[in-house]
Structure formats: structure tokens, C-alpha cells
């Protein structure tokens, strides 16, 4: 009898063993295939284009030349809540510096030299508004 109860041990503990083996390799399997998930996602992050690096990106472009407009448009129109403050020369200068550097950025131009000639012209406009 003793010897019955040995082998059902022995059984049951090989049971056992190959039961956490094929557990541990299940284990393994899913861990693998969760790494490689992240990594292809990794790998497909790397390959979209950045919008904020990319000189390329016209919609810079688009949204600063946008807004430019509607501060300048705001300089020319009676009473229009811009005023003839400090606050309307900074924020024609502001924004048209930003397009001037979004427009040069996009010609591959230095983006610096873009924001001073924009500056520029939002001040001269500024003036031109005050003038008309």
C-alpha cells in the first residue's frame, strides 16, 4: 500500500511539474507577445511625422497667418476693442512674427529672421492703422 500512495505521489508531482511548465511557457508566450505589440507600436510612433518638428507643416502656417490677420484686421476696424494701447502694437508685432517665422521655417529659412521681418510689419501696420 505504501508503495501505491508512492507512485500516486510521484504521479501527481510530475503532474504538477509539467502542469508549471507548460504554465511557465504559456507565461512566456504571452509576455513575448506583449513585448513585440509594444514594440511594433514603438516602431510605428517612430515613423509618424512630429507636427511640431516638421518645417513642412503648412498648417503652422495657416493657423499663425490666421490669426495674424485677425489682429491686423481688428487695427483697421472702429472700434474693435483693440484700441490704440501698447497692447495693440504688441500683438500685431506678436503675431505677425509668428507668421513671418512659420513662413520662414516653411522655406527653410532661418525661423528668426522670419519673426523680425513679421515684427516688423505688424509695427508698420500698427502705425498705418493709427494713420488712417
Not at 511594433?40 to 513642412?56: G, M, R
Not at 513662413?103 to 532661418?110: A, D, E, H, V
Request: glycine residues 10%; charged residues 15%; proline residues 2%.
Amino acid at each position: 500500500m505504501s508503495d501505491g500512495t508512492i507512485h500516486t505521489l510521484q504521479g501527481t508531482s510530475t503532474k504538477h511539474k509539467l502542469s508549471r511548465s507548460m504554465r511557465t511557457k504559456t507565461k512566456l508566450q504571452k509576455v513575448h507577445h506583449l513585448n513585440k505589440r509594444e514594440d511594433d507600436a514603438l516602431n510605428a510612433s517612430e515613423n509618424q511625422p512630429n507636427a511640431f518638428t516638421n518645417k513642412k507643416n503648412v498648417m503652422w502656417v495657416i493657423l499663425s497667418g490666421a490669426m495674424a490677420l485677425t489682429f491686423v484686421v481688428m487695427l483697421f476696424l472702429p472700434d474693435s476693442g483693440m484700441g490704440t494701447g501698447l497692447i495693440a502694437t504688441y500683438s500685431a508685432m506678436l503675431w505677425c512674427g509668428f507668421f513671418g517665422s512659420a513662413l520662414w521655417r516653411f522655406s527653410n529659412k532661418s525661423g528668426w529672421s522670419g519673426f523680425a521681418f513679421g515684427s516688423l510689419f505688424g509695427f508698420i501696420l500698427q502705425f498705418a492703422s493709427q494713420l488712417l
